[in-house]
């Protein structure tokens, strides 16, 4: 049984150790310690890569059950959003928040705090569960990170569940779209604006041009695209010779993901060409969009746990990427399901106490099945 008083005690100390992306080391040592008090528990860490700096590592750990049936991974990210230093949790009338200065960081901490519980609880009762394969991951908010960098070779488990997503219980989200940022380089010619402008090539208007020409924002029901950066900075009187252009595609639709990002690239270079100016082009895959099917092994486990807890599941998709867009690029079959938590990425930022109960008992209920 979920003993919830326990749980809501392990979240508030682990909100209060501070572990902002890239400053994870303490909670790195935190999670390890956790692990290890698991009796049984194999525990392991893993780098996070080159492209990530950090003095935290992604976390590991097995835990060998007796019930037959695939392994299950239990994945939470330790990371969090600013501001989250300093973290003063305020519990009242059913819900923790901050004190207003800083996110609550129950996005993740509140689905470590679950797992940690679901693995405790089934420990002390002896009750049969499933092998368990958990993941405490680094750098999910600047990009999925660490997720990126698990060794998919080393884990046992193929299937399992990210806890990391608002909502009441019972909901999960089986699609999550793929996202490419892009970034363009203009580089026309530079002359005397007043002078000799006829000279020139301003790298600012050939950037509107190809930006004017672009499907933005929701281009269709499965795709959004935005720009974020324009960069140039030159005195009035020069024609600026270059601009920097930076934005993003998400698709839950890879066809469409690649459509919209030929569109995007193909703007700039028309308007390019147009002007007679040079382009320097790059794409970058942050990570692959997923859609689960629902007759899926991990979806109907969780479904019929929410069914055996009399709680009506919520099957949806979501507009942002998680660590199970990676799992599941590694040919797992991952979904991402609630902890309770509200307005994540906030300073109004909630975990509702009942509800963090509630999805942790689903978790444990699946574990035990
Ligand atoms: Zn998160």
């Known amino acids: 049984m979920i003993n919830r008083q326990r749980m809501l005690d392990q979240f508030l100390e682990l909100i209060q150790i501070d572990s902002e992306s890239g400053n994870e080391l303490a909670m790195s040592e935190k ?21 990530y700096k950090t003095n935290g590592c992604n976390v590991i ?42 996110v609550l960081a129950a ?61 009441r219980p019972g909901r999960i989200v089986t699609c999550q779209p ?13 002359a005397h604006a007043g002078n000799r402008p006829e000279e020139g090539i301003s790298a600012i208007q050939t950037a509107a041009k190809a930006i004017a020409n672009m499907k933005l924002l929701r281009v269709d029901e499965l795709t959004t695209s935005n720009i974020g950066v324009i960069e140039a900075n030159f005195p009035t009187n020069i024609v600026p010779e270059s601009c920097f252009v930076k934005g993003e595609v ?23 060409k147009a002007a007679g100016a040079s382009l320097e082009y790059e794409k970058t895959v942050k990570y692959l969009s997923y859609e689960m099917d629902l007759s899926a092994p991990v979806v109907a486990e ?20 998680s660590d199970a867009n990676i799992y599941n690029q590694y040919g797992m079959q991952c979904i991402v399901v609630g902890t309770g938590m ?8 909630i975990l509702n106490i009942e509800e963090f109960g509630k999805c942790a008992e689903i978790i444990l209920d699946v574990l035990t099945h």
Not at 31 to 51: C, N, S, Y
Not at 71 to 82: C, Q, R, Y
């Open 178 to 190: 793929g996202q490419y940022s892009f970034s363009a380089t203009i580089t026309g010619r530079s």
């Open 107 to 167: 996005d993740d901490k509140a689905g470590i705090a679950q797992i940690f519980e679901a693995i405790c609880s089934i420990k002390e009762s002896g009750t049969p569960h499933r092998d368990i394969e958990v993941i405490f991951s680094v750098g999910e908010e600047q990009g999925l990170y660490g997720a990126k960098s698990i060794d998919v070779s080393k884990l046992h488990a193929r299937q399992g569940y990210v806890l990391d997503t608002g909502g």
């Open 31 to 51: 999670l390890i310690g956790l692990l290890k008090a698991i009796p049984g528990a194999e525990v392991r860490t893993e780098a996070a890569g080159d492209f």
């Open 302 to 321: 969780y479904v019929a746990a929410c069914g055996r807890l009399g709680v009506e599941p919520q099957i949806e998709g979501a507009g942002g990427g």
């Open 342 to 349: 509200y307005k994540n990425h906030t300073s109004a930022e």
């Open 61 to 102: 750990g097995w835990i060998k059950g007796s019930l037959p049936g695939e392994p299950i991974l239990l994945s939470a990210h330790m990371d969090t959003v600013v501001p989250g230093n300093g973290i003063k949790p305020v519990v009242k009338d059913g819900i923790v928040s901050s004190d207003g200065t800083t």
């Open 250 to 272: 998400r698709s839950r639709s890879k066809t469409r993901l690649d459509e919209q990002e030929r569109h995007i690239y193909q703007c700039f270079e028309d308007a390019c």
